[in-house]
């Protein structure tokens, strides 16, 4: 048997997530923008870091808070935005959403500021 495969990572790399001092300053400086079943806190930076909340109002249990916050860092990997630092806040209508209405939603919430395009070519 030969080596083991690298398995595509959808996920941000921790390398990736905000730390306690940059998500403060974030949260506290950051432009927000309230969508359904999320919000987006963003601000210009050197490079992408990003961090995904989801509270108990949204899910009552770790399985599916743990599930909504990785698709939520899916999500933002596959829109790859530059310079920026992002905090995405899951409400409860968010609980119920398919991976795409979410990729979906955090494009239009990023798309004015981070860069992103709401129509991918």
Same mark, same amino acid.
């Given at each position: 048997?030969?080596?083991?495969?690298? %398995? #595509?990572?959808?996920?941000? +790399?921790?390398?990736?997530?905000?730390?306690?001092?940059?998500?403060?300053?974030?949260? +506290?400086?950051?432009?927000? &923008?309230?969508? #359904?079943?999320?919000?987006?806190?963003?601000?210009?930076?050197?490079?992408?870091?990003?961090?995904? @909340?989801?509270?108990?109002?949204? *899910?009552?249990?770790?399985?599916?808070?743990? !599930?909504?916050?990785?698709?939520?860092?899916?999500?933002? *990997?596959?829109?790859? #935005? %530059?310079?920026?630092? @992002? @905090?995405?806040?899951?409400?409860?209508?968010?609980? *119920?959403?398919?991976?795409?209405?979410?990729? &979906?939603? @955090?494009?239009?919430? !990023? +798309?004015?500021?981070?860069?992103?395009?709401?129509?991918?070519?």
């Amino acid at each position: 048997m030969g080596p083991p495969t690298a %398995r #595509p990572s959808f996920m941000v +790399a921790k390398k990736q997530r905000l730390d306690r001092a940059s998500f403060t300053v974030a949260y +506290a400086r950051g432009r927000r &923008t309230h969508m #359904p079943g999320l919000f987006s806190v963003h601000m210009p930076a050197a490079v992408f870091k990003a961090a995904a @909340i989801v509270g108990k109002k949204v *899910s009552k249990t770790a399985v599916g808070r743990n !599930l909504l916050r990785r698709r939520m860092y899916a999500a933002l *990997s596959a829109l790859k #935005p %530059r310079n920026a630092h @992002i @905090i995405l806040v899951a409400k409860p209508p968010a609980a *119920s959403y398919t991976y795409e209405r979410l990729e &979906t939603e @955090i494009k239009t919430a !990023l +798309a004015s500021t981070v860069g992103v395009s709401r129509h991918p070519r």
